[in-house]
């Protein structure tokens, strides 16, 4: 082998963590995770308090302490579910490092039966369905978080119905100049003139009238 080529290093020497020598420090991050997802669901529910707590009125000031205790409550409950999951993968779960060849991309039947086996040895490994406060607690974290901003969305304006379904016009409606909304005569209208139109009364109406 030349001298200026560089050797395969291959992998670190696995370091055994305290989790996986001392089944009471397993235990405690496991409800280190647990903790985290409640901490999310928390966050969903102080959301919710706050859209309702502090309402969005006329008054400016009002938008900023709605955004700040909503981000808030929302923030907890995202970081709730990141940070569980991440410090799940970093405590609990294998951290054996592996590499693994490249193949086609539909495999054998033999290869997709050494899949499915895969999953459930991660499944096993990781302790997701042995780990009942774990999962519950994530369930519990994964179902609340969407609720503050389907609230949100919900929000954002009025609702629409079958308003736009209908049009102000109908038999009978005089065509009036925009944005005066005076009548257009017959005398009005010459070769090659132009009208921009709107129909009678538009222009008397409020904007949430519309």
Do not use: C
Not at 4 to 19: A, C, F, N, Q, Y
Not at 28 to 40: G, I, K, P, T
Not at 170 to 195: E, H, M, Q, Y
């Amino acid at each position: 082998m030349p001298q200026d080529k560089i050797s395969d290093p291959g992998l670190e020497p696995h370091r055994v963590r305290m989790t996986d020598k001392s089944p009471k420090h397993a235990k405690n991050a496991e409800r280190q995770v647990a903790a985290l997802f409640v901490l999310s669901v928390v966050g969903s529910f102080f959301a919710l308090w706050a859209y309702v707590a502090f309402p969005i009125t006329d008054d400016l000031s009002t938008v900023r302490a709605n955004n700040l205790w909503l981000g808030l409550g929302m923030t907890l409950s995202l970081l709730g579910i990141g940070i569980g999951a991440v410090h799940w993968a970093k405590t609990l779960m294998p951290d054996f490092e592996v590499s693994e060849a490249r193949h086609q991309t539909r495999g054998s039947e033999d290869v997709r039966a050494a899949a499915v086996e895969i999953v459930k040895l991660a499944d096993q490994e990781s302790g997701f369905s042995r780990r009942k406060l774990i999962r519950r607690t994530m369930y519990g974290a994964l179902a609340l978080f969407p609720l503050p901003a389907l609230i949100v969305f919900g929000d954002l304006g009025p609702v629409v119905g079958d308003s736009l379904r209908h049009t102000m016009w109908k038999k009978g409606t005089r065509l009036t100049k925009d944005p005066t909304g005076v009548p257009i005569k017959a005398s009005d209208v010459t070769l090659g003139s132009v009208f921009h139109v709107i129909p009678e009364g538009l222009s008397e109406m409020h904007e949430h009238k519309l």
